[in-house]
């Protein structure tokens, strides 16, 4: 197995050393050498400074984990990909989520772990982690040039006690997602009986004679659903837990591969296809044009019975690339921007607006998931909305309404990232539940007088959901806004959903493949001083260099 050295490179403070031997090991700290500043860089670090200041300035640091928001900077400004962009709302608010995710990252006598909620709550498990988010902890914590801690989260959910079935997560498909962007697979390999034994274990505890799985929309992290209500139980047949469990399936199959275990790769490769036909065939409404829920049956042969509303998880079947829904299908896009399904202003709502059982309450549970709208299913969509459009393209289709779509979503989840002190201070913020016409904040609205005019403990206490990591935001700008596809090639993607007139964006400090790349696109030549057009550095060097943005995507060899 290769030997994994990650290093920080601004000051000398603790590293993450991956010991080659074995998976079970402990975390190593040391000092080191500082690197050099890339001198080929596109952009200066220093520039986005004023941002983290801030952040830190207007920040209540309630918690302190292993990255405090004294050292914050040092951390950031050494492992985020820089963004240079001119809507100046998402260049802020991707900065603000490195800011938040940081905090996140938390050492534990397990290892490294990334957390969801900062304060103690009662329904995570070990050291407070909570698998429902998890995917997206690892697709967003992927892109940090030292994202080592992922190797001991992995290890921890596998291996250490984490409660990796309490909620549904994707664990073998994210595992996979950061060996995309790394170029490393030896931890997947590694691991791979875990996540035979997890995906087993799942079979037994949530599947049906009929082939679909089932989950609780609560344990789905999708508490009182509209599916619910309608229906009167909770347990059903979803697209989200049956998605997730295709993406295990395919991962393993992947994985095993790699490994050169034949015969455990077909067997998975067969297990995702089962998943992918029943999911297409049995969750697909073709009168709404939808995925939906559906209640739990006892035998193999009864029908599977829709219920009669569109939910935004529906979208998830197209965060995973592979599960590929058919292309008739791409019709379910239209709900996304029509006032009577998802959209909203501040982001798209979790049941369709004309459904007689579409709320936005403030009674009842404080988290729910019948009309607020989600950063978590905001992410989902939009990952979806991506790879759709990627596939489309490919096929010479016009993409012109789905990137509108797309960039508007992605414009209203951005605005979604505010919240207005009791000062009068607009500030940056992300919570749980979000109110889709006014930005505010439902659950924090509410709990903050939950109990005798106050937070409640027995509800997560003070601040229950401030920098809430349920969601993400910057690896939509990374593989969605900029087109950056990883690939566990010696090769990506590239086909960015910016506007077509832009006059100049730039991501840079990335770190793929143990290289690092810098795309840029300078209409006029005098944003970054290296003349007109769209580039691509592989190590300061100029990889590709065009008079346009590319129109199609575009693969790019390392080599």
Not at 7 to 30: W, Y
Not at 145 to 151: E, I, K, V
Not at 229 to 249: C, D, G, Q, V
Not at 461 to 488: A, Q, W
Request: aromatic fraction near 14%; glycine fraction near 6%; charge should be neutral.
């Amino acid at each position: 197995m290769k030997t994994l050295t990650l290093t920080l490179l601004f000051l000398p403070v603790a590293v993450f050393i991956q010991a080659a031997e074995t998976v079970s090991r402990e975390n190593a700290k040391t000092n080191v050498v500082l690197e050099l500043k890339n001198p080929a860089a596109v952009l200066n670090v220093n520039n986005f400074k004023p941002y983290i200041d801030a952040f830190n300035a207007d920040d209540e640091e309630n918690v302190r984990q292993f990255y405090p928001n004294d050292k914050a900077w040092d951390f950031l400004s050494q492992n985020m990909p820089l963004f240079d962009y001119p809507d100046k709302e998402i260049e802020k608010t991707y900065y603000f989520r490195w800011w938040t995710y940081r905090k996140h990252i938390k050492e534990t006598p397990d290892g490294f772990i990334v957390t969801e909620f900062h304060p103690k709550v009662y329904w995570a498990g070990k050291h407070n982690a909570i698998s429902c988010a998890l995917g997206l902890h690892f697709r967003e914590g992927r892109w940090l040039r030292d994202s080592g801690f992922l190797n001991d989260y992995a290890v921890f959910w596998l291996r250490k006690g984490g409660p990796i079935r309490v909620y549904s997560s994707w664990i073998a498909d994210s595992i996979l997602q950061h060996a995309a962007v790394t170029g490393n697979s030896d931890l997947a390999m590694e691991l791979l009986p875990d996540l035979i034994k997890n995906y087993e274990m799942w079979v037994k505890e949530k599947r049906d004679p009929n082939g679909l799985f089932w989950q609780r929309d609560g344990y789905d992290g999708m508490e009182v659903s509209a599916a619910t209500a309608i229906l009167k139980t909770p347990n059903h047949y979803r697209a989200t837990i049956n998605s997730y469990m295709f993406a295990e399936a395919d991962a393993i199959a992947k994985i095993a591969k790699l490994a050169g275990q034949k015969e455990i790769a077909g067997r998975f490769h067969q297990e995702a296809e089962t998943i992918r036909t029943l999911l297409h065939t049995k969750l697909w409404d073709d009168e709404a044009k939808f995925y939906k829920v559906a209640p739990r049956v006892k035998n193999a042969d009864d029908p599977v019975r829709l219920v009669n509303v569109r939910e935004e998880h529906g979208y998830t079947a197209w965060y995973f690339e592979a599960l590929k829904p058919p292309e008739e299908y791409a019709v379910a896009w239209e709900q996304l921007m029509d006032p009577k399904g998802f959209y909203a202003p501040f982001g798209p709502t979790t049941c369709e607006q004309r459904s007689p059982d579409f709320q936005i309450s403030y009674q009842g549970h404080e988290c729910l998931w019948n009309g607020p709208s989600w950063p978590f299913a905001t992410s989902v969509t939009l990952t979806g909305l991506a790879n759709e459009i990627i596939r489309e393209k490919k096929e010479n289709a016009d993409v012109t309404k789905l990137k509108d779509a797309y960039l508007k979503t992605l414009e209203c989840y951005a605005k979604s990232h505010r919240r207005v002190r009791e000062d009068g201070k607009t500030v940056c913020w992300i919570d749980e539940n979000l109110n889709p016409f006014n930005g505010d904040w439902i659950s924090r609205t509410r709990l903050k007088t939950w109990k005798n005019g106050t937070w409640d403990a027995g509800k997560g206490g003070y601040e229950r959901g401030k920098d809430y990591n349920h969601s993400m935001f910057c690896d939509l700008i990374i593989t969605g806004l900029i087109g950056l596809r990883p690939s566990d090639e010696n090769k990506f993607e590239l086909f960015p959903l910016v506007p077509s007139d832009i006059d100049y964006f730039a991501i840079d400090n990335i770190k793929y493949h143990g290289h690092t790349l810098a795309i840029f696109w300078d209409k006029d030549g005098r944003r970054y001083n290296r003349g007109a057009g769209f580039y691509v550095l592989i190590d300061g060097k100029e990889k590709m260099k065009s008079r346009q943005i590319p129109e199609t995507p575009a693969v790019i060899m390392l080599d």
